[in-house]
């Protein structure tokens, strides 16, 4: 296994099953700290840099709020606006790096575009972790989801995965990646227009991974152990809300999945996960069932962030 | 007296009189690290999450400060467009907190929405300090200064408060509810249109306030122990000062506290407090008077939040 | 020489040469920790207010870095529309400074306005640093282009300085002025409406520096040892992109140095310093060249706040 030490984490692309595990036991290290609201001296004299150039809240504070229970700082920007490199200049990701890189320890970045935490990588002297780079990946998240559904149901081997929402998401594309490593089947419902790409399907075939398409959630809810969620109405992160015209509450019945749905069709013991921010797709009455892990979800956010810090920072190898 | 460990700090409707004096007294002890510029370990481990909806400058950084002087750390959020919690998602409150307090161990909320702190805190696990909620109450601001009129008058009871300005802001709401704590009277003085509501009075006489309205400050000045001013001009939480048509520098005399009518009518040992910032309700020339108190409050608006940061976070109990 | 503990750094106007000195020699002293990415505890219980007006990045996160690396905290604003400071009240700087200073120890200020750091320590009871005041100055900025020449070129006494940009900008105020000092010689090459100022010409020559105008930089570029480059599009710091109608990439070649140039006229032994962020005046492909040390530059900007930060604080003395 290749340490990570040093390492980006840029894509789950990578990722091998066994690096999967690693992660999972060094998060299982730092989760009584999370659990216990303690800090301690791990990352004691570290930076970590925020490079936001979209708002975020669980991504951007769920690192931070890591770094500070390790006993690590953070500086940085929360937004495009913040910083003079969003602005008229429109710096070059590499110029921007090349100063970034002294300010900390340790980048993480997310951007409007794909692939600039790569290109940040490429040139950044410490560490460089993608929090979402816009259609590319989301790896911290997708990494923070399976470790989820293992503490949740013991194992991930085994399980079907129902993803319902726009396929041409970034945790989207982490999560089919992530699934190639594991022996899982997966079933992806969206709408037409946001269908998984030629592309990502051509690399989870090459991969091996058994995964079909359907068109309405309620026709194979029965079958799925795990269903992962994203919105489907106004997921452009380009766009706010008023330039996309999109209204909350027009899900269609296709990629909802209510509390009547679960009883009626769902499996006993299927857990629903969802990364939030949600819209309709998901109604809160759920929240009170027996399927819902995405309260775990956000707490596990901020452990496998220790995990990831730890690890990246050479602290637990 | 209830505990305050584990205690949100919303309204002051729901304060008594015994735990008014029991934050006065952790303020004592705080105040001397606050002076001296120094900093503690008190809570050494703690983090404070910052939740600001609307831009606050004095408010969320002597909330910062005084977590970093007690050896905490602090991470959060500083403007609604900063979070995706404000954007096109218009997240519920509750998903919003089921995140958030995994971040740290106390939340501070200012949100532009009455109520919004106390549905936050209908969820949360860890303590929620209300920073300001819309027209409803200011509860940590309003310690500062009745901590500040203790401090330089040497007691509350047997004070007359002369408060002027717009009668429906939060700090006007949160001073009304902690002067039925004590032997006070209160004389109001606003603008037709910025009049206390029906529904305040009733409840400030509901529990024994001796209170009136007056019109012209000049007309009353002659009785205040305590002079409490908000501007009358632009009060509106929500608008920009495009929006509102507002202009600096036009308060009617009504309103206004200015040098020359403190030397001619005011009593000699009155004091003025404000919250700023201001408009020309209040001469920057009162700053050079025996009746200024604001520096004071704006200092004690670090050791107040120190308090209340000890107290709900179980340190000082 | 004056001491620094307590000092505000405003202005080089009023440095001395051995002031240049003494802070060169903290410099060198702090250089070791930010190039180990080690942190200490010189600063353990200093708490740092950033109060920028416009957004900055280098300047910023260097300030914000360079108190962590020293074991001390942050906090403050980044926009002024992340403060009511900036928004309709338009707050005075005395207001706003009478509170700023009970959150910290030092202040860190950017303003769009000329002088409002002065205005600010003329209020603060603690140091206040110039972080760049509209057209003003920006010598936190020279201290580390200067701290950058004499590290990489042995002295700056006996170097010639060609300074290429918008002559108005606060950067080249701030180097003239320090220039002032030392012996050495300038060139000055912008646009017409870019031109150095009467008034500042005035004070150099009071000061007896040797200085002259030219047009393009090929016919002077033979004589450089010291490289300053601004970019000339777009220097306006109230103006956003489209407002001022700006183009990327249309830097005339009067302004601009590049690889081929340097290859052809250059000094073997000159130096390019550029604080970025870069237009088109300086292409990426110079970045490989032995003359470019702006990524030096960026890493000192750490080492010479921390310099700043232990001599105002009254560390290193």
Not at 31 to 48: G, Q
Not at 145 to 165: A, P, S
Not at 247 to 253: D, F, I, R, S, V
Request: charged letters at 30%.
């Amino acid at each position: 296994m290749r340490s990570f030490q040093g390492r980006d984490i840029l894509s789950l692309k990578d990722f091998e099953r066994e690096e999967f595990f690693r992660v999972f036991q060094v998060a299982d290290q730092m989760e009584p700290i999370a659990r216990d609201r303690r800090s301690c001296d791990l990352l004691k004299n570290k930076i970590l840099v925020t490079a936001f150039y979209q708002p975020s809240t669980r991504t951007r504070l769920a690192h931070e709020s890591a770094m500070l229970r390790l006993g690590g700082s953070v500086t940085g920007f929360s937004d495009a606006k913040m910083t003079r490199a969003g602005d008229f200049y429109q710096e070059s990701i590499k110029d921007t790096v090349k100063m970034l890189e002294y300010y900390g320890d340790a980048i993480v970045m997310r951007h409007f575009q794909q692939g600039a935490p790569h290109e940040a990588a490429k040139w950044a002297s410490v560490p460089v972790i993608n929090a979402g780079d816009g259609w590319g990946e989301h790896p911290t998240q997708v990494l923070t989801d399976l470790y989820t559904v293992n503490k949740e149901r013991g194992r991930i081997d085994g399980l079907k995965f129902l993803c319902i929402g726009d396929m041409r998401m970034r945790t989207m594309h982490s999560i089919g990646y992530a699934l190639t490593q594991f022996d899982c089947e997966a079933i992806f419902i969206s709408p037409k227009e946001m269908s998984p790409t030629e592309e990502w399907k051509a690399e989870l075939k090459a991969k091996n991974l058994r995964f079909r398409e359907a068109e309405h959630v309620e026709q194979v809810i029965h079958e799925a152990d795990v269903i992962y969620m994203e919105p489907v109405v106004q997921a452009d992160y380009t766009k706010s809300r008023q330039e996309s015209g999109g209204e909350k509450g027009t899900t269609p019945a296709n990629y909802k999945v209510t509390r009547e749905l679960l009883a009626a069709k769902g499996k006993s013991d299927a857990i629903v996960l969802h990364s939030l921010p949600r819209m309709d797709e998901l109604p809160a009455d759920v929240d009170a069932t027996k399927h819902s892990r995405y309260w775990q979800e956000a707490f596990n956010g901020v452990v496998m962030r220790m995990a990831l810090l730890n690890l990246v920072l050479g602290k637990s190898e």
